[in-house]
């Protein structure tokens, strides 16, 4: 994930432009699925304006720039949301193509022209999504020698956990994967929380404990080295640089940083029979969650939100904040009653925001002030459909397991036998002892890399 602003005056221009059009305004009943569901039709139609698939210089699976390949994994994960919420298989084919497209040769989320800038957190986001195929049923894969989603979020665990390491801050992995890229040093809280997430899932899905011992430690150690602060109202911050051994903290709160280690401790309280120990956490985080981005029960992202100062990125984070409160109230039922009034009180206001652009029902950004901000973006978009379908949570079965209703093929050792996990781990090690010599392997690596055969050297 990297920064990127909108011009301001392209906002403003569409803001002028809209003044002269008609309000189309989306009715939302929050009582009634239909309004829902065809409230969030219209806002996926406007997702779908970003998407280019099909004409020159558009991909399979990505968003027109500016929006990073990481933000279609976590748009198509909302959408995926859509298609089973809302039982609408218009996009059914979109998200399965993305989803293929993006697999890349290994099927574990590392696409070869996405992976000399990947980061661990861009490949997390998009196990999550994939993850959600697998939890939804989603339409499994028919194609000859092509593995189920459940292999390729296996992939996606094995090779990100392959690059935990001890040898700084106690454990954690770094913000990026490969050394060229600035920020490798960092390790930050998104990436260790998505795989955290990861482990939750498959140990609740597959029932293999291993995976559930993982992602303890991983939840112990953003806690002992004190990204996530666990109190009634607890604080999940944005990660630290390892050359201080991770003490001087970035205490920048995100809400995708909360959703996630929210929506992975509410996995791990479901996939642990509701245990006092997960329950606590829980509740804690809860806490957290529901107290500091929300203001008069209308979400907000509270870090950038009133400076008008959201990048693309940032502009997305309630999107999947939204998709994991609303996990959490399935999967704890417990915390129903606190999550569900601010969930209807911001989709509410959320749909109020959708009256600008020359649809008509564009979604703004800000939706404390009940008309459209004058901000649009496949951020807003995706932002205002997840808090909306968040209403239909409680209309369908809860996420299934191998047990109830799954049906995805796996495999445990997906990704293991990958080179590149073993190129990262010489690396490592150079790194500590020798910068030159990692300075020329690195070299090496890239000139390999951009050759395009990794096989062949090692
Ligand atoms: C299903 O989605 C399509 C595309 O957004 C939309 O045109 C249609 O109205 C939706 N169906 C329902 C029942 O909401
Ligand atoms: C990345 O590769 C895919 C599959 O080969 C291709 O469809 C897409 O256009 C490429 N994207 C970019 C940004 O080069
Ligand atoms: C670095 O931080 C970890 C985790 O907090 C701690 O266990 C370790 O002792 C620290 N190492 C040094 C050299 O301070
Ligand atoms: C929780 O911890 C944070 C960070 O130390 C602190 O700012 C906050 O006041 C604490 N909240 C409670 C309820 O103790
Ligand atoms: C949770 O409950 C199920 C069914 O009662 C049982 O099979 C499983 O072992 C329990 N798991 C834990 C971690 O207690
Ligand atoms: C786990 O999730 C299921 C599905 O929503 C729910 O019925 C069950 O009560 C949850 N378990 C606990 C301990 O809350
Ligand atoms: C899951 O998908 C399979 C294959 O499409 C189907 O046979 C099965 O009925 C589905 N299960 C559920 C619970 O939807
Ligand atoms: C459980 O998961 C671990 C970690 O991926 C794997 O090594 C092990 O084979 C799995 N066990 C079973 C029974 O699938
Ligand atoms: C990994 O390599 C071993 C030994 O070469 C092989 O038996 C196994 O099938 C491979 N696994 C995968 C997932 O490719």
Same mark, same amino acid.
């Given at each position: ?29 929050v ?5 829902i ?5 219209? #806002? ?39 298609? =089973? ?170 809400? =995708? ?83 569900n009034?601010?969930m209807e009180?911001?989709a ?8 600008? *652009? ?15 901000? *004058?901000? =649009? ?11 909306i379908q968040s209403l239909l949570y409680d209309?369908?079965?809860?996420? =299934? ?28 090690? #150079? ?28």
């Amino acid at each position: 994930m990297g920064t990127q602003l909108f011009p301001g005056w392209v906002s403003k221009a569409f803001f002028w432009l809209s003044i002269a059009i008609p309000a189309s305004a989306i009715d939302l009943d929050v009582s009634s699925k239909n309004s829902i569901c065809s409230a969030t039709a219209l #806002i996926q139609d406007g997702i779908m304006d970003y998407y280019d698939a099909n004409n020159y210089g558009g991909s399979v699976g990505m968003f027109q720039a500016p929006y990073y390949w990481w933000e279609a994994g976590e748009v198509f994960g909302g959408m995926l949301e859509n298609w =089973y919420l809302c039982q609408n298989t218009s996009y059914e084919q979109v998200l399965y193509d993305s989803m293929l497209a993006q697999a890349g040769p290994d099927y574990d989320y590392m696409p070869s022209n996405q992976s000399m800038v990947e980061g661990n957190d861009d490949q997390g986001v998009w196990g999550l999504t994939v993850m959600g195929a697998v939890e939804r049923n989603f339409t499994n894969p028919t194609e000859k020698g092509v593995p189920g989603w459940l292999a390729m979020v296996q992939g996606v665990f094995n090779t990100m956990y392959s690059r935990w390491d001890d040898q700084h801050c106690g454990g954690g992995v770094r913000w990026q994967i490969f050394t060229w890229n600035s920020g490798y040093n960092y390790k930050n809280t998104i990436s260790n929380a998505c795989l955290f997430q990861l482990a939750a899932r498959l140990g609740r899905y597959t029932g293999n404990d291993t995976y559930i011992d993982v992602a303890e430690k991983i939840f112990d150690w953003m806690v002992d080295v004190g990204y996530i602060v666990l109190n009634d109202t607890a604080n999940v911050y944005d990660g630290a640089n390892i050359d201080d051994n991770c003490t001087d903290i970035t205490k920048l709160e995100w809400s =995708y940083n909360q959703g996630v280690v929210l929506g992975g401790a509410a996995y791990m309280y479901n996939a642990t029979n509701g245990s006092s120990e997960w329950e606590t956490r829980l509740s804690q985080v809860v806490g957290g969650s529901t107290s500091l981005f929300f203001r008069n029960k209308i979400m907000y992202e509270m870090t950038c939100q009133d400076a008008k100062s959201c990048n693309n990125d940032q502009r997305s984070f309630k999107s999947i904040f939204s998709r994991m409160l609303s996990l959490t109230s399935v999967l704890a039922p417990y915390t129903a009653d606190t999550i569900n009034p601010l969930m209807e009180a911001s989709a509410e206001a959320a749909a109020k925001s959708c009256t600008g *652009g020359s649809d008509g029902h564009t979604c703004g950004m800000n939706w404390e002030t009940g008309s459209w901000d *004058g901000y =649009y973006g496949l951020g807003e978009q995706a932002c205002a459909l997840e808090v909306i379908q968040s209403l239909l949570y409680d209309q369908r079965p809860a996420p =299934y397991t191998d047990s109830d209703g799954g049906t995805s093929v796996g495999d445990a050792n997906a990704g293991l036998n990958k080179t590149t996990t073993n190129v990262l781990h010489s690396d490592l090690k #150079i790194t500590h002892k020798d910068k030159v010599g990692a300075a020329i392997l690195t070299a090496v690596v890239i000139a390999v890399l951009v050759g395009g055969s990794v096989w062949m050297m090692f």
